[in-house]
Structure formats: C-alpha cells, structure tokens
C-alpha cells in the first residue's frame, strides 16, 4: 500500500521558520506531480504549493516570496520550507502526489496532515 507520511510540523512564532516534509513508501513506478495543501480551521482546503516532474514550481500568491517547495525522486520525497511565518499560515498541511503504480495506473495520495501553529 502507497502511503504519504509528514514530518515536521509545529508550534512557531511569527517571523519564524518551519520546513515539512514528506515522504512517499509502498510500490509504486515512478511519483508525478506534487503539492501541499493546507485546511484552516473553518475554512476550504487550499493549494499552497506545486512542483512538477520537471520540477517547475507554482505557489499561491499568500506564500510566494516566504515558501520553497523542492523535491528529491531519489528519496520520493517533497519539502516545503516555510520563511516569515505569519499566524495566517496556521493550518493543518497536507502533502499531496499523483504517483504511477506497478500496474501503469494513475493514483492519487494524501497524506495524513501535520498541524503548524504560528503563534508567540
């Protein structure tokens, strides 16, 4: 079974850093697209960050300038580095991939969510 696991999250004042990461494991032939979303409390989840294969990059214009998505295909892995953080930031994250499996199908996966507190 493919699964996405996050690390990384926490309580952080404002002005702070905090990086996520996230890590894919199971059998699977190669991993897509990537992302993190976030979901704060009363709100839609929403896109925060996109890397491609290619690892072209999209971000929403709230983080632009303050986050940094990247990602390692030798380690299946995804980040988000997260700079000048404010207390609108807070919010659970989600890391998100759209992975190949053995059987060349399509597969879409979440992972759990990681809460980040932005606070003093």
């Known amino acids: 079974q493919v699964q996405l696991v996050e690390s990384g999250g926490g309580l952080v004042q404002p002005g702070g850093s905090l990086r996520l990461s996230c890590a894919a494991s199971?059998?699977?032939?190669?991993?897509?697209?990537m992302a993190w979303y976030r979901q704060a409390p009363g709100k839609q989840r929403e896109l925060v960050a996109h890397?491609?294969?290619?690892?072209?990059?999209n971000y929403a214009d709230s983080v632009k300038g303050r986050f940094t998505i990247s990602r390692d295909d030798a380690k299946n892995t995804v980040s988000l580095q997260m700079n000048s953080l404010k207390p609108e930031d807070t919010a659970v994250y989600y890391c998100?991939?759209?992975?190949?499996?053995?059987?060349?199908?399509?597969?879409?996966?979440w992972g759990q969510g990681t809460l980040v507190t932005v606070s003093s």
């Open positions: 199971g059998r699977f032939f190669s991993i897509g697209p």
């Open positions: 890397i491609g294969s290619g690892a072209s990059t």
């Open positions: 998100n991939a759209h992975l190949i499996t053995t059987d060349i199908r399509n597969l879409e996966v």
